[in-house]
């Protein structure tokens, strides 16, 4: 339907400027046609005005007109033309002819006839006059002959000439109609082609297009195809690494459940039941973590859902996750405060928010020796672009090296030797959640030694 609409949109572009043209050549072939019909009636005209002058003569001291029939005859086309003729001395006598012919304004002088239009007994007629001294005349008395026609042989040769140019024009915009569709048609074949190339590939077959055998203006298209397609490859490639990171993490911690089972199962040991059981309980804990870390997971990753937009006081979230993680605080003997210097407040998911502000805090609380502290810093401040909204946290913990600042942002990455449970996935939300919120987000060093994450977003 597109390549339709664009073939009629070219056959547009194309024939109306056409037409248009071949309009401003009608009229002016219409004008080009009349003047040469008045210039081949103007001729006649002045051949009958000489043959009517040839035939005055002086007879015996009378002037005398005869005209003679050829004068008239030479006007016969076929066309029932009427001619008028008179003959007049310079004295107003009429010699021959109709007395009340319109005569030319002024009369004529010179020697060469004059032409003019005018109307008589309702016909309209083309008109010569020609004045001359009669040849013998005594006082060299002039004499004016005047011959008009009416129009209508004039008409069909302004017909005739008008409408062969007008049928050769007409014929040329046919051929460049047929032409145009022709040429379109040659000319969007290869869009086709690339359509069908397109359409043929395979469900899963996200190889490139080939690029060579399409023209150069297609080349951009295509290699705009490849390059998303290309795109589409590396997204199904991450997606399928991340089904089979999440798989594998799940099965770990479900293998342990199903042996911690089938032990409480087959002890009789009542203590040894109660241990194996409290061991699932321990195994199944984790599992609902892991589920529910891959369900924040998706939903902070870009498209997954509409985000709710509301604004969010980044102390207020900051207290409500501290509270919530108190218990684990207490668990390991640590530290665990909130400085709130100025009020922070952004745009964005306030939930998603808290999510990423626990896995920072949680992350802190694992990964800090007993008897460490972790501090949440709330600030409002001022950035490049506008007011922002700072939350940073700080623990005394062992932080993280350089070299592996990059990668714990990755999904399922944890730092070799990281103690205690945990799949990787933690700072994977907090970076889509910051990213979502179109912030960032700094790894550094603590002043207590351990590490100092520093999330800025823009401020309200
Ligand atoms: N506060 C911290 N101190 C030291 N190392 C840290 C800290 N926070 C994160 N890390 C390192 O970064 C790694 C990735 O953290 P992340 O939160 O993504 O995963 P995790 O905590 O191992 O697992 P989980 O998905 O349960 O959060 C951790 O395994 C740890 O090695
Ligand atoms: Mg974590």
Redesign the pocket.
Known sequence: MRIDSLRLQLLRWLLLPLAGLVAVNVFTSWRQASATADLVTDRTLDASVRAIAEDVRIDRGVIDAIVPPVALEMFDTGHRDRVFYRVDTAAGRLLTGYPDLPLPEPPPKASAPVHFTGSYRGNDLRLAALSYPLVGATDGERVTVVVGVTLAGHAAMVRELWVGNFGQQLILLVAAGVLVIIGLGRGLAPLMRLREAVMEKGRDDLSPLPDHAVQSELRPLVAALNTYMGRVAGQMAAQRRFVANAAHQLRTPLALLSTQVAFARRTGEAAERAEALAGAEESTRRLA??AS?LLTLSRAEPGSRRPRDEDIDLAQSARQVLEGLAHLAVERDIDLGLDVNAAAVTRGDGAMMREAVV??V???L???PKGGTVTVTVDGGAGEAGSEAVLV?E?S????PLE?RDK??ER???????P???????????REVVDGAGGTLVLGTAAAG??R?EMRLPGV
């Open positions: 973590r892991l870390q896995n920072l949680e992350n802190a694992r990964y800090t946290v623990d913990g062992p932080g993280i592996e714990v942002f399922f990455y944890r730092v070799l030797g990281t205690g449970e945990g799949s990787g996935i933690g700072l994977s939300i907090v351990g590490l994450v």
